[in-house]
């Protein structure tokens, strides 16, 4: 399937420090009632006015997803022009774009969107036609035809479900692992 233009969510998609330390601290992921503790918690979390400095702790390269760059890189070389869209305020583009060309993906500083509030307005503005993110709520504004694919994370399994309701068939959710496929690239 060939995609004109993919934005991609960084934290929880192209890094994914949150969800393991998240396994690492509340133990294995069993049951609803484990899932529900496990996104309350990680909404509390992300509510905190101190959670934006926290979060800019765990933009690390170590903690780079490979399935998710293994697509992107598989993505571009198909030619799909790449995007990111955040909401990392003080995020060092040139940093993020220098760490990701190390891994074989071409994307510059201005092909990296940081945004405040909704990032469907910059999504909307782009006209993707393709969205990776782990955030549910991200992608319930999308217009057209976009191909949403959801990232099943520890922390966002309820609202997933929810927001799968809301926007039927146009939202795939899937496991890191499986992103390839679903996307129809070559592993």
Known sequence: MAFKLAVVDLDGCIIDEV?????SKLGE???ALNSSFREMAFVSLHALPHSR???????????????IVKAMKQLQDEG???????KHKGLDK?????????????IGANSIHIVNGDK???INRLKA??????????????????????????YNKVSMAVIKLLRGSKVSIVDPSEIASVLGTKQ
Do not use: C
């Open 19 to 23: 969800s393991s330390r998240f396994d």
């Open 120 to 122: 469907s307005t910059t």
């Open 53 to 67: 400095k926290f979060y800019a702790s765990l933009l690390r390269e170590e903690a780079l997803d490979e399935e």
């Open 80 to 86: 799909t022009e790449l995007h990111i869209v955040t």
């Open 129 to 154: 036609d393709l969205v990776i993110d782990d955030q549910p709520d991200s992608v319930l504004n999308i217009d057209g035809n976009a191909k949403i694919l959801l990232l099943r994370r520890s």
């Open 29 to 31: 992921h069993k049951g």
């Open 94 to 106: 040139a940093w993020l774009s220098d760490m990701l060309q190390r891994h074989g993906i071409a």
